[in-house]
């Protein structure tokens, strides 16, 4: 397993560009109200959200969980403008989002990178794309954040799935966007990894401080890593409950055996039960 | 250029790659030794013969030179139209309703049948020619760049626009690179079908070329001739076929390591 640059060295930050803010910039309030999400489908129209309202401050790390189907991922896409409500409205700091853009970074699970393009010339795009100085040094900058500034001339093919990831949060984050969306970024990574690029990714939000939105179906990742875990419900989907994680920042990877650990866990693991059984016993 | 040096595989392919080369040459002596008829069938070296003596007095570079021309001028119109109008048409929907009724009906009209119409248009000689090598490469060519750009992976558009790329960007960066496996191959059955194609043009509309090489020792009962033409197009288009290939792993493709 490779280091992290964060422990091995100072990473150079003192270039003249575009300096990491050192906390938040008070940008990145997330606001959703009434939102509904309907599909079309055969035996008439799916409701996958309903009347869900919700309110992220700037700089919270927030985790969306719950079994498949609960809309997890619909909310995701609503606030990354992906998808249209509808019914509702979503704000980024007052402003309506009309689709995809700079201001939201996005990590998905799968596809994340452009395999086409260097790990460098990947990181560097948005910087070039909203036209700014030196794209290249920018994105050395953020691939040495993220420990991977040896691997710039690759192909993303040639990485392992870790640090495909790693090479995508480095890209997102490049542009500096105010709010940060992840839909089970290390979802397809195994345990190991995982865990630490749990680690990594608060290290890197605790620099940031950027708004962030992960979304993930494991109970112990979201507690340990946000601030406020948002359970969903399944059928109409929507908030089940929110759970405020009061664990004690920074975290360290033995919080997890931790008594207020177990006890959030057992918390929400009895919240998931219900809506998992609920969707288990539809199926049948 | 790893392929330059001889490894166990490669000499292992190298070995079968032989004997079956010398496999046909073999069946093909036995089957002219068999008929005994260099009108039918002549030997192989009696069709080498032919090659260089074709070779010293300078018409069978000449013919080369005008298929050649004919077949990578009319290839580099087609890719020149068909590759922007595919991805213009997977990329902006109207695009895509105003030109696919059109392009599905011309599609299935085979280039020799246009030959008629190529030689009143443009003639006898290069400008038909061109005419019909473009033809038959603008559709294998725009298939596959349109199926191309239509697989586009929308994590990618996503993550695109959400570092901030406009429709120009997404065009150049997203569109095109992504669609470029399937461009190639379709440049490689469309070069194909360019060869195709040139022969027939030739064989009508034309007073040189291979296919017209072809025709006019046809009449003069030169198998042996005929022959070589044929050889000639089967090796330049197999030549070709592999430098495309190439081109594709080296500078079209560079990302793709399977």
Known sequence: MQTLALNASKPRLAVSHDPIPAQGTGKGRIEGHGLAMQFAAKGGPVVVLDELD????????????????????????????ILKPTRGTVTIDGAAVKGPNSGCGIVFQHHSLFPWMSVLENVAFGPKMMGRGDPIGTARTFLSLVGLEKHEAAWPASLSGGMKQRVGIARALANYPPVLLMDEPFGALDAQTRSIMQEELLKLWSRF???????????????????????MKTMPGGIKREVKIDLPRPRHPDIIKSDLFNHYRGEILELIRDETLKVFRASK | MKWLVPSADGTRRLAWTSAGIALFLGLWTAASLHLNNPVLLPEPTAVLGGFLDLVHDGTLISDIMASLRRVIGGFLIAAATAVPLALLMAFYRPLDLLFSPIITFLRPIPP??????????????????????????FFPIFINSYAGGKAVLPEHVYAAKSLGAGPRALFGRIYLPSAMPMITTGLRVGLGQSWMAVVTAELI???????YMIQANRLALETGLVLVGMCVIGLLGAAMSVGLLAIERYVLVPWNQN
């Open chain 2, 205 to 211: 509309a034309a007073h040189s070329g291979l296919g």
């Open chain 1, 209 to 231: 401080r950027t708004t962030v939105v992960f979304v993930t179906h494991d109970i112990k990742e979201a507690i340990f890593l946000a601030d406020r875990v948002v359970v």
């Open chain 1, 54 to 81: 919700i309110d992220i401050r700037p700089g919270e790390f927030l985790a969306l969980l719950g079994p498949s189907g609960c809309g997890k991922s619909t909310l995701l896409n609503l606030i990354a403008g």
């Open chain 2, 112 to 137: 020799i049948a246009w030959i008629p119409i190529a030689i009143l248009w443009f003639g006898i000689g290069d400008p038909p020619s061109y005419f019909i090598t473009a033809l038959a490469a």
